[in-house]
């Protein structure tokens, strides 16, 4: 394995923080390519470089320097910077761990995120479907009633969007589909102690924390085999 000084690795994942933040997608890809040929782990390029670009984007977007079409250059660029890493996500764990469905709740559309989520849940062994975007109560209970599904995850972005997960909660509860699954929520919009007040099973703030969050929950339903 290619040995790279802390040093080295801080600058590549600086580097590939700011190209996602200037929407440069040929500096973006050229960049994960010298991450790769580092060593350094693909979880943390992911997080620790281009998503921290985002945050960047975020923060221009919020006062005002960045527009909207900023904000798409911008995940377009992230977008192209996945597709040279995801292939490496390192496989592991068991195959056939708990089926589990994502989804962007209601009126949103980010997807990136419980993209990235997705992808870090299959790479660790579980069975994933994706729901989409702007998913409403009733196709996220569409889905639980399905069939298999053990986990649902949903992802909000937006505060306007947010409330969206606790109409979901109450949805499955009064179609009496809560106790069938568990339920694992993250976005930028919620936080572990919104997770507990609208009752839902688990919280990660990232896809590495969400990997966590679904073992664990996987952990407490019968017949789970991972
Ligand atoms: C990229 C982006 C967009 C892109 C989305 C492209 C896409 N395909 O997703 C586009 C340009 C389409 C967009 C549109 C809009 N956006 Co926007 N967008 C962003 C931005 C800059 C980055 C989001 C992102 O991809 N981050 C990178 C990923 C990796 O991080 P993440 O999403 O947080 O996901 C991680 C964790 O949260 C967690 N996680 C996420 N989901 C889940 C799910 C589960 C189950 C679990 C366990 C964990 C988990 O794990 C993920 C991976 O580590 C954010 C700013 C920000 N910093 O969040 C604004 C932001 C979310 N957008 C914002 C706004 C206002 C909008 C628009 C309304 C703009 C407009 N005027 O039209 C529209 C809304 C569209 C809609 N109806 O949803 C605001 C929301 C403000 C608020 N607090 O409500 C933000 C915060 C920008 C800002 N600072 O003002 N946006």
Redesign the pocket.
């Known amino acids: 394995m290619n040995r790279v000084r802390v040093s080295d690795r801080a600058a590549i994942l600086s580097r590939l923080r700011d190209a996602v933040a200037n929407f440069e997608v040929d500096e973006v890809k050229a960049a994960c390519l010298d991450a790769l040929e580092a060593g350094i782990p693909v979880e943390e390029t ?2 620790k470089g ?2 921290r670009g ?2 960047i ?3 221009l ?2 006062e005002d320097t960045y527009l ?1 079409p900023e ?2 250059m ?2 377009e660029a ?2 192209e910077g996945l597709s040279v890493l995801k292939p490496y996500l390192k496989k592991g764990g068991a195959e056939h761990r708990a089926v589990i469905a ?1 989804g ?1 709740v209601e ?11 997705g992808s ?1 849940l299959t790479a660790a062994g579980f069975d994933v479907r994706d729901l989409g ?2 998913v409403s109560p009733e196709e996220f209970a569409g889905a639980v009633n399905d069939g298999d599904i053990a986990i649902l ?9 947010r409330p969206a997960i606790e109409r979901t909660i109450k949805y499955l509860e009064h179609s009496n589909f809560r106790s069938s699954v568990k339920i ?6 919620v936080d572990r102690k919104y997770a507990d007040r609208v009752g839902a099973d ?9 990997v966590r ?2 073992k664990k929950v996987a952990g407490s339903i019968e017949n789970y085999s991972g």
Do not use: P, R
Not at 107 to 117: A, T
Not at 153 to 161: A, D, E, F, P, V
């Open positions: 992911i997080l281009m998503a985002m945050d984007v975020g923060g977007y919020e909207l904000l798409i911008a995940a992230m977008n994502l962007s009126g949103d559309i980010h997807d990136i995120g419980k993209n990235l989520v870090f975007v702007d995850g949903m992802s909000s972005l937006m505060t306007n969007t694992i929520i993250g976005g930028a919009s688990g919280y990660a703030e990232d896809a590495l924390a969400a969050a679904a």
